[in-house]
């Protein structure tokens, strides 16, 4: 019977019979063996995305895509689908939590995936120190005893990969020392091959939602996460990158105690870097914090091209120590990419057209990216204004602008976001993803959008300065060359200024409206009290 139906109605049939197979599996005893929670946590998987296909396949069944009717039921089925694939996630729990958060940090899936999948924590309990130990002498050769004064068997945190414990050196210094889990490679592979696979059956069922380039990059952070020593000499090198900033530190990596799955560093105090509580009891002004962050990792983008990727708040603590009353460390350097100097250029050069609003510059680099298709989505993406905007930088947009934008997000369908992500290079992937976790961070520290807007401006424009990019040769056409960079600089350093400017304005104003309202209501009291 099943033979008569169309192939897609046969396979989702298949699919929907496996996963109500699959999810009886789930009700039979499995043993504690890598093998057999393989089997168990991808049962799971299969069972919901298959649940999932057939939702979004009957649900929308026969609706034409372009009504309102359609849209609704589709952010219906969105929601129902991230539920359950958040479900899937905490019971899943190692690298399914990971890949449920990675989800969450991209503004590009749909609104629904994402803030249903922001509530995932990693919900790891810790491997039991007898474990940990033994990783411990296989990789070091030494007892712990033998080789620290004291070592805290209780881990200070515990990861999806690794956990972390806190020790003391026989020379007492205090050091953090990360322990990655046995055989959790294995286990990495075997989970995003199921990943891999379930992305290409939905592609198969639904070709509009194509998942393979989160799939891989996702699989690509996770492989990077695994090589404890390519994080040391991450360490390093984001170390030498900021040997002249005091407001930067990196903790010092000890390698002598550190191998491929156990890594040593120096162990650093601080707070989570969006603890407001923290810093207001420590007299530090988190909108000083948010505009120093930033700066940080626009260096990173724009000046070095070498990118911390993972700048979610647990890798990021705020000091007491440092010369303005606090510093910034850096934690957790398993994700960081060196961008392309062709790319990093670009970049730079993208930014400053969209603080100048330069359209043909900003289509002409969108070709060069491989979204020329999209080009007009740039801005909106990055600065919150329309390609044709008559609004500054920073502010709101005008109601027609809205109204504009509206007609435009109405018209594009899932398979323009697929085709859109899927040209993306990686370098701009990895961007996309740190700037959705700082802007995050920056929001709850309280700081405005035109900080972003201006350190990106500013960060751009140094990457973009003659000395940073020097035209060798004495030609005419290099000292033109020279002549128009130079040129360019000074146009965009002088419209930051002038931004700079409004935006120091707007504050001199709220500063006046507060303390002539502090003086009215003093004047007023005094009056009241006169007989």
Request: proline share 4%; glycine share 6%; with cysteine.
């Amino acid at each position: 019977m099943v033979s008569k139906f169309p192939a897609k109605a046969t396979a989702a049939f298949c699919l929907i019979t496996a996963g109500c197979f699959t999810s009886q599996a789930n009700l039979l005893p499995f043993s504690d063996s890598p093998v057999s929670q393989g089997i168990l946590r991808s049962s799971r998987a299969i069972c919901t995305v298959a649940i999932t296909v057939a939702d979004y396949k009957y649900s929308l069944y026969g609706l034409p895509n372009d009504c309102d009717e359609y849209r609704r039921l589709l952010s219906e089925v969105h929601l129902r689908s991230a539920k359950r694939l958040l479900k899937l996630c905490e019971i899943n729990k190692g690298f399914y939590v990971k890949a449920g958060q990675f989800v969450s940090s991209l503004r590009q899936i749909p609104k629904e995936y994402s803030l249903t999948l922001s509530s995932l924590q990693d919900q790891v309990v810790p491997y039991d120190f007898k474990v940990i130990k033994e990783v411990l002498v296989s990789n070091l050769g030494q007892d712990p005893s033998e080789l620290f004064t004291w070592f805290n068997e209780q881990p200070i945190a515990a990861a999806s990969i690794a956990q972390v414990h806190h020790a003391m050196l026989k020379d007492h210094q205090e050091v953090a020392i990360k322990v990655q889990y046995p055989g959790i490679e294995k286990k990495m592979k075997l989970d995003t091959r199921i990943m891999y696979s379930l992305s290409e059956f939905v592609a198969w069922f639904f070709p509009e939602f194509r998942f393979r380039w989160l799939v891989s990059e996702f699989t690509e952070a996770i492989s990077l996460e695994l090589d404890f020593v390519q994080e040391a000499r991450n360490f390093e090198t984001m170390s030498n990158n900021f040997r002249n900033n005091k407001v930067v530190r990196i903790p010092r990596i000890f390698w002598d105690l550190t191998t491929n799955q156990v890594l040593t560093m120096q162990f650093c105090h601080g707070h989570k870097v969006d603890d407001v509580v923290f810093l207001k009891g420590m007299k530090i002004n988190p909108e000083k914090v948010a505009k120093k962050l930033l700066e940080v990792f626009a260096e990173m983008i724009f000046v070095h091209g070498f990118l911390h990727g993972d700048p979610h708040p647990g890798n990021i603590l705020v000091s007491i120590e440092g010369q303005g009353g606090f510093s910034l460390v850096l934690l957790d350097h398993g994700i960081c990419k060196k961008l392309d100097e062709v790319f990093r250029l670009e970049y730079c050069q993208l930014w400053k057209a969209l603080i100048l609003l330069d359209s043909r510059k900003i289509q002409h680099l969108a070709e060069r990216f491989g979204v020329g298709k999209y080009y007009r989505y740039l801005p909106i993406i990055f600065s919150g204004r329309t390609i044709d905007s008559k609004s500054g930088i920073g502010k709101g947009m005008l109601v027609e602008e809205q109204k504009k934008l509206k007609q435009h997000l109405k018209a594009l369908k899932m398979e323009d976001i697929s085709s859109f992500m899927e040209s993306l290079p990686s370098n701009f992937l990895i961007i996309l993803r740190t700037d959705e976790l700082l802007r995050s961070t920056v929001s709850k520290l309280g700081a405005s959008k035109w900080v972003r807007l201006l350190t990106y401006g500013k960060y751009a424009s140094l990457g973009l300065s003659p000395k940073s990019n020097p035209c060798s040769g004495l030609t005419s056409f290099a000292l033109y060359t020279r002549l128009i960079g130079n040129i360019e600089y000074i146009l965009l350093r002088l419209t930051i200024g002038v931004m700079n400017l409004v935006l120091w304005m707007e504050k001199l104003k709220r500063c006046l409206n507060k303390f002539y309202g502090k003086m009215s209501a003093a004047g007023k009291v005094n009056f009241e009290q006169k007989p």
